[in-house]
């Protein structure tokens, strides 16, 4: 290439425009293949593109990934790279094109290796998070989300892992002491939901009412808790293409658990990945389930995937319609009851935000989650109100089939449901997406109308705020008796169980009465004796949340009956973070009676629950038990230490916080900083930061 056409072309190319509408990627085939020990990315990619007039140069996303070769039409030619993007000349003549190339990458993002640094053997994975990360960090992609593509990935790896990905598995051929896996997509999407898993798995494939496969993954040890955990999967895949009333837009549907995600879940275009925190067991799932994040997910696959925003102004389209569908799904399940009063509690959290000077609009490029979940979630909801049922589904329907496999924009949407409808949206898009306060006082009046129960519950409110009498006993009861609401019941129990008596509580809240029960649990503080009994029936309750609840505050205010109340917990670990188990743990190691000869081992256990094997709310609670205790030591403190630099931000931030508050204490920061001699400088990035 000649220098002053180099020249030029890096100009133009580090100007940063976006790709010009003359090019159109429109299919992408790569073969990928993981190296666990350098954790780099070996791959080939062809890419199909279509020029329709000329134009100076075209680029691929890539993001510090090292371009080995690269060919145009066949010939080889020379890239930009400038760790951001590869930049080539585009040809001189128009019409379909190809481009291949072959690269090396060690993303430090959006793809990871779990697993592969212990000696556990068979928690291995591989696998990959685009969105907020960029597919790019991996995969010479487009970060752009207007830039769709179908694609197709080969994986290669080792022969005793399973892989998932995007699409049909088409072949699965042996290559020496490897499998090749090769998936096939057959419409386009954004690059950021690309996607693939590497790992020890198994699955069950059910089948929707349409003839949609579903897959569900899961650990080989977990066969048991594969029913609890995917519960309702069919029952809320077939309500969603009915009430959305446009059919599934994908070849098939997969739902993969991951160790340490990011997310709750991550709607990769037909293959959901999310954290195998929410792997329950039969009890657990009363606590803490998969339910709403699997139809979230799911709906995702139309509001998201099948038409996706085009900016991040518009990210309504995508996180306010995925959790008004799944709140739906689960109406769906659980009745009108749970779904109004789930709106009731949102309404809740975002009168609180506004009151604290933080509400936002929901055109807000920069809003948070709140707002765009459950502000969006809201606003869908009264949009329906306004248009009925029959106009707001064809407004949807019209939406859809305009836009699939292709990027919209709040107007777009608003244009439909207006022709569908006849009616002008104006005063809805300002009062509901342009203003930054949540309609509060109109959401209680829509819930009241919709739901007695809610209704019944301002009534007891108000009553109960001009009654003079401090006990309430005789207006709780007679509408305690006269509702079927668990909600209800749990709602008067959290706002007035200290104007209940004690002994109305023990009347009311019986064996059956689980949630109103866990409320109370949850609310009373401190426990006097009238309650005791009732507080140590909920030991036997079927809720790993109640049963920790209970236990710690019976420990508290009750000493006396400290090995009792150990005794009775002692073989129980809880949920899928083991909060019995590591409470019971800290509780035995104090209470000076108990169990002597085995207060080591204890440590030693509560200890070994902070390695990087278990799950982030494991090493949570384990650390958080260690460091209150002040025994946060040896190789515990080590795992704390490289905590500290752990992809996920959350636990990061966590861990953080925790090293932050042990390097206070002048003995225990220099146990750090002689433990830290020892250590690989990789995992010291944020303590040396902290101890300048």
Not at 7 to 15: D, G
Not at 58 to 73: G, H, P, T
Not at 285 to 302: G, P
Not at 454 to 470: C, G, L, W
């Amino acid at each position: 290439m000649k220098p002053v056409v180099l020249l030029f072309f890096i100009f133009t190319f580090a100007s940063g425009k976006a790709q010009n509408n003359t090019i159109d990627f429109v299919r992408l085939a790569a073969t990928i293949t993981p190296d666990t020990v350098t954790k780099e990315i070996h791959g080939n990619v062809l890419y199909n593109f279509l020029q329709s007039d000329n134009t100076d140069s075209i680029y691929i996303d890539a993001k510090n990934i090292n371009v080995l070769e690269f060919r145009l039409n066949g010939r080889k030619r020379e890239v930009f790279n400038d760790g951001k993007r590869i930049g080539f000349r585009a040809p001189k003549k128009n019409g379909e094109h190809k481009v291949r190339l072959a690269y090396m990458a060690q993303p430090k993002q959006a793809l990871y290796f779990v697993g592969f640094d212990d000696s556990i053997k068979g928690n291995e994975q591989i696998w990959t998070q685009g969105q907020g990360k960029y597919t790019s960090h991996w995969l010479p992609s487009f970060d752009d989300m207007t830039e769709k593509v179908e694609v197709d990935l080969t994986i290669i790896c080792d022969k005793n892992y399973e892989v998932v990905a995007n699409g049909s598995l088409k072949t699965k051929n042996p290559i020496d002491d490897k499998m090749s896996w090769s998936f096939n997509m057959e419409n386009p999407m954004s690059s950021y939901l690309i996607a693939f898993v590497i790992g020890q798995y198994e699955k069950e494939t059910l089948r929707s009412e349409s003839g949609i496969p579903i897959e569900n993954y899961y650990y080989p040890k977990d066969v048991l808790k594969v029913e609890p955990t995917y519960r309702y999967t069919k029952q809320i895949f077939d309500f969603l293409e009915k009430e959305i009333g446009v059919d599934y837009p994908w070849q098939n549907y997969k739902q993969v658990p991951v160790h340490d995600f990011l997310y709750a879940g991550m709607e990769n275009t037909g293959a959901t990945l999310f954290s195998d925190a929410y792997i329950v067991d039969s009890v657990a799932v009363k606590d803490k389930n998969y339910f709403n994040i699997n139809a979230h997910e799911l709906a995702h696959q139309w509001f998201g995937n099948l038409v996706t925003e085009e900016s991040g102004g518009h990210h309504w389209l995508q996180e306010g319609f995925a959790t008004y569908y799944a709140y739906l799904a689960e109406r769906d399940i659980n009745g009108e009851n749970n779904f109004y009063w789930k709106y009731h509690e949102t309404a809740l959290t975002l009168r609180e935000q506004d009151n604290n000077g933080l509400g936002q609009s929901l055109l807000d490029p920069k809003a948070n989650s709140l707002t765009f979940y459950e502000k969006g979630a809201w606003a869908l909801l009264m949009l329906r109100e306004e248009l009925g049922d029959q106009a707001f589904k064809e407004g949807i329907k019209s939406y859809l089939n305009t836009y699939r496999f292709n990027n919209a924009t709040v107007t777009n949407f608003l244009t439909e449901m207006e022709a569908a409808s006849g009616k002008r949206l104006d005063s809805f898009k300002h009062e509901w997406l342009v203003e930054t306060t949540f309609p509060y006082e109109q959401a209680i009046a829509f819930l009241r109308t919709h739901s007695s129960a809610i209704d019944q519950y301002y009534s007891i409110k108000e009553t109960i705020e001009s009654t003079e009498a401090y006990y309430k006993d005789s207006i709780v009861t007679s509408y305690w008796n006269d509702t079927t609401s668990i909600n209800l019941k749990k709602q008067l129990i959290l706002d007035f169980h200290s104007r209940i008596s004690d002994a109305k509580l023990n009347e009311l809240l019986t064996e059956k009465e689980m949630m109103p029960r866990q409320s109370l649990a949850i609310a009373r503080d401190p426990i006097f004796k009238t309650l005791k009994p009732l507080f140590e029936s909920m030991l036997k309750d079927e809720s790993y949340l109640t049963k920790e609840t209970v236990f710690y505050k019976l420990w508290v205010e009750f000493p006396e009956d400290r090995v009792t109340y150990l005794n009775s917990l002692k073989d129980e670990i809880g949920m899928p973070n083991k909060n019995i188990r590591t409470l019971w743990l800290a509780l035995a190691m104090v209470t000076p009676s108990y169990n002597l000869v085995k207060k080591s081992g204890y440590l030693n256990e509560l200890k070994s629950y902070t390695s990087s094997i278990y799950n982030t709310e494991v090493r949570q609670n384990a650390f958080m038990y260690l460091s209150n205790l002040k025994v946060l030591e040896g190789e515990a403190l080590e795992n704390l230490i490289k905590a500290t630099n752990h992809h996920s931000w959350q636990f990061r931030n966590f861990a953080r916080s925790i090293l932050d508050e042990e390097l206070k204490d002048e003995v225990q920061r220099k146990n750090i900083e002689s433990l830290s001699k020892k250590m690989n400088t990789k995992d010291l990035q944020y303590l040396k930061r902290k101890m300048k």
